[in-house]
């Protein structure tokens, strides 16, 4: 069983950064890939973005991010970082952090077992 739980989340004026956090535990967390989604009122929940398993050296991009958002993982605080820069107000959401062994799914909601709560940014314009 893993467990995961978001935070970093809040108001940030657009243009501006925030940095969400993904704290995992449980067993064998270094095995699991990492993904961001976002979920706004009234939508489905999109991809953002991934990080491989292991040494992390993988990364899927959301086409909506790209060139903004990173990604980036440290197995020994077992934690997973979103450093989101350039936020737009369409970035307002509820970003969930996921965990998942699939290797053909990455990108998918499918992907991934372990969800977090989510943790709400707003962008103000």
């Known amino acids: 069983q893993v467990q995961v739980v978001e935070s970093g989340g809040g108001l940030v004026q657009a243009g501006g950064s925030l940095r969400l956090s993904c704290t995992a535990s449980?067993?064998?967390?270094?095995?699991?890939?990492m993904a961001w989604f976002r979920q706004a009122p009234g939508k489905g929940r999109d991809f953002v973005m991934a990080?491989?398993?292991?040494?992390?050296?993988?990364?899927w991009v959301g086409d909506s991010v790209k060139g903004r958002f990173t990604i980036s993982r440290d197995n020994a605080k077992n934690t997973t970082y979103l450093q989101m820069t350039s936020l737009k107000v369409e970035d307002s959401a509820s970003y969930y952090c996921a965990a998942g062994r699939s290797a053909a799914r990455v990108t998918s909601p499918l992907g991934y077992d372990y969800w977090g709560q989510g943790t709400q940014v707003t962008v103000s314009s």
């Open positions: 990080i491989s398993a292991w040494s992390g050296s993988n990364f």
């Open positions: 449980g067993r064998a967390l270094e095995s699991y890939n």
